[in-house]
Nanobody, 114 residues
């Protein structure tokens, strides 16, 4: 079972940037990698996904501000977050879907102060 470890969360002012990293314990060459987020009292929602061939998909709320990328050689997926807003405050989770097998990281807190 692959393990996913997120890092890079923290406290940032509105308009600022953060880069989240998700490092897997094994190869991520195959499968769809993604970032999800969950704010207090809300459901967990998709933020961005990237397939093994590099095709990306974003939630409308982050399009043009967030960028997902992957480095298969480092078993790592990134989420570059720019122009952060207070509504981006949430716990961000890394996710992997490999042929229907789902894996989640433990999450990293992102707090955007207005």
């Amino acid at each position: 079972q692959v393990q996913l470890v997120e890092s890079g969360g923290g406290l940032v002012q509105a308009g600022g940037s953060l880069r989240l990293s998700c490092t897997a314990s094994r190869s991520i060459t195959f499968g769809v990698m993604g970032w999800y987020r969950q704010a207090p009292g809300k459901q967990r929602d998709m933020v961005a996904t990237i397939t093994s061939d590099g095709t990306t998909n974003y939630a409308d709320s982050v399009k043009g501000r967030f960028t997902i990328s992957r480095d298969n050689a480092k078993n790592t997926v990134y989420l570059q977050m720019n122009s952060l807003k207070s509504e981006d405050t949430a716990v961000y989770y890394c996710h992997r879907n490999r042929f229907g097998t789902l894996t989640w990281g433990q999450g990293t807190q992102v707090t955007v102060s207005s």
